[in-house]
C-alpha cells in the first residue's frame, strides 16, 4: 500500500482545495500519472501518483480543503486488488470501515460495491455534523455524487430550500440567508479559492498600502501611426502581431528606471529598491484575474515582449500557469480597455508599490494650438501608487515620462 501526499508547492502556499479528481476508486495508475487536480491561491496544480497500482480509497472529496502533506489517497500495488473496497466513501469513519471490510471477506463478491443499507445514508463526516447541527433527517436529502453520496453542500442546498409548512405562532428572527423572499430568484454560488484569495488580496492592499492615483491621458496618434505602417512587415519577420503593450511595457521601463522608487516594495522599516524589471502583466480569465510576469523586460525587445505576453495569456486562459510564471514581480500592468473602461482607479499588486492602468482609446477633440482643433485617438492612463514611499512629484513625474515617451515613439526607442 502507499500513501499519496499533498507535496509542498510553494513557500508562499501551504493548502489547497480539490478541484477534480481525475481517477476514481478501482482504476489502476502509472506511476507519475496525475490523480487530482488541486486548485491554490494562484494557479491549479495536478498532483501526480508517486506509485503503479490500484486507487483502492480517496480520502477527501471534490471542494475539500487540504494542506501540504495529507494523505488524500492510497494505491495498492498489487494490480489485482479488490474493488468492493475501493468503492467506499472518502472519511468514513474507522469502525465502519473496519466492519464493512470484514464483510467483504466473509462474503462472496456478488453485490454492487456502491449498495448500502437504505436506512443509514452514505455521507461525509461533515455532512453528518451539519445535519446533526441543523436536525436534517439525512434521508430526505438528495446527494448529486454519482455514487450516491451525501456532501455538506447537498445538505446546506436542503437546509436553503424554502419551508412550506404554516407558520406557527411563535416567530423566530431571520438570518440573514432567510431574509430572501422565497418566490424571488436566487442562485447560490460558492466562491473559488482563488477568487477567495483575489477578494482577500484586493482589501490587504487597500488596508496596508497608503493608496493614492494620478491620472494623465496620452495621445496615441503616433504609436498608432507607427504600428499600422509597420504591423504587417513586423508579423511577417517575427511571427507575433505588433500590439500596444510592448509600447507601454518599455515606457514603463524607462519611466522606472528615472523614478526608482515605484520598483520598489516595503519590507518592515526598510525599502527594497529593485535593480531588475520583472513587469506583471494582468491577465482575465473564466476563474479570476491572474498576473504573470514578464521577466527581464528591460533586456527584451518589442517581438520578444509581445511573444512573452501572448504565451502567458494562452497559458492563463488554458489554466496551464506555473506558480514561478506569477511570482516576482516589480511593477505592474492592466488594461482595461480591452473590455471598454474609459476610466478606473487599479488597486495595487502587493507588495508592489505602483500598477499602471491603461484604457480605452477614444476620439476626443483636442487643442493642438489657440486657433486649431483636431479629433485625435487619446487614451486616459492612470498609476495608484503606494504613498508611504512614493510622493506625488515621483509619481506625477513617473506619469508624465510615460505619457512622454508614447507621445514620441522614437524617443521611447532610444531611451529602452
Do not use: C
Amino acid at each position: 500500500m502507499a500513501e499519496i501526499k499533498v507535496p509542498e508547492l510553494a513557500e508562499s502556499i501551504t493548502e489547497g482545495t480539490i478541484f477534480q479528481w481525475l481517477k476514481k476508486p478501482g482504476d489502476f495508475i502509472n506511476k507519475g500519472e496525475p490523480i487530482a487536480e488541486l486548485e491554490t491561491d494562484k494557479v491549479n496544480v495536478e498532483l501526480m501518483s508517486e506509485e503503479s497500482g490500484v486507487i483502492t480509497k480517496l480520502l477527501f472529496n471534490e471542494g475539500d480543503t487540504v494542506k501540504v502533506g495529507d494523505t488524500i489517497a492510497i494505491v495498492s500495488a498489487e494490480a489485482e486488488a479488490n474493488v468492493p473496497q475501493a468503492a467506499e466513501t472518502p472519511q468514513q469513519p474507522e469502525k465502519e470501515e473496519l466492519s464493512q471490510t470484514a464483510a467483504v471477506k466473509e462474503t462472496p463478491v456478488k453485490e454492487e460495491p456502491v449498495a448500502r443499507p437504505a436506512q443509514r445514508p452514505v455521507a461525509s463526516p461533515a455532512a453528518r455534523k451539519l445535519a446533526r447541527e441543523k436536525g436534517i433527517d439525512l434521508s430526505k436529502v438528495t446527494p448529486f455524487d454519482p455514487l450516491g453520496r451525501i456532501r455538506k453542500q447537498d445538505v446546506e442546498a436542503y437546509s436553503n430550500q424554502p419551508v412550506q409548512s404554516a407558520p406557527t405562532a411563535e416567530t423566530v428572527k431571520p438570518t440573514m440567508p432567510d431574509l430572501f423572499e422565497p418566490e424571488k430568484p436566487v442562485e447560490r454560488i460558492k466562491m473559488s479559492r482563488r477568487r477567495q484569495t483575489i477578494a482577500k488580496r484586493l482589501v490587504e492592499a487597500q488596508h496596508t498600502a497608503a493608496m493614492l492615483t494620478t491620472f494623465n491621458e496620452i495621445d496615441m496618434t503616433a504609436i498608432m501611426d507607427l504600428r499600422n505602417r509597420r504591423k504587417d512587415a513586423f508579423y511577417q519577420e517575427h511571427d507575433v502581431r505588433l500590439g500596444f503593450m510592448s509600447f507601454f511595457t518599455k515606457a514603463v521601463v524607462a519611466a522606472l528606471k528615472k523614478y526608482p522608487l515605484l520598483n520598489a516594495e516595503i519590507q518592515g522599516d526598510e525599502i527594497i529598491v529593485k535593480k531588475y524589471y520583472d513587469i506583471g502583466v494582468a491577465v482575465s480569465t473564466d476563474e479570476g484575474l491572474v498576473v504573470p510576469v514578464v521577466r527581464d523586460a528591460d533586456k527584451k525587445n518589442f517581438a520578444e515582449i509581445e511573444r512573452e505576453i501572448l504565451h502567458l495569456a494562452t497559458k492563463a486562459r488554458e489554466n496551464k500557469l506555473s506558480l514561478k510564471d506569477l511570482q516576482g514581480g516589480t511593477f505592474t500592468i492592466t488594461n482595461g480597455g480591452v473590455f471598454g473602461s474609459l476610466l478606473s482607479t487599479p488597486i495595487l499588486n502587493g507588495p508592489q508599490v505602483g500598477i499602471l492602468g491603461m484604457h480605452k482609446i477614444q476620439l476626443r477633440p483636442v487643442a493642438i494650438d489657440e486657433v486649431r482643433m483636431e479629433n485625435r485617438p487619446m487614451m486616459y492612463v492612470a498609476l495608484s501608487y503606494d504613498h508611504r514611499i512614493i510622493d506625488g512629484k515621483e509619481a506625477v513625474g513617473f506619469l508624465v515620462k510615460v505619457k512622454e515617451l508614447l507621445e514620441d515613439p522614437e524617443q521611447l526607442l532610444l531611451e529602452s
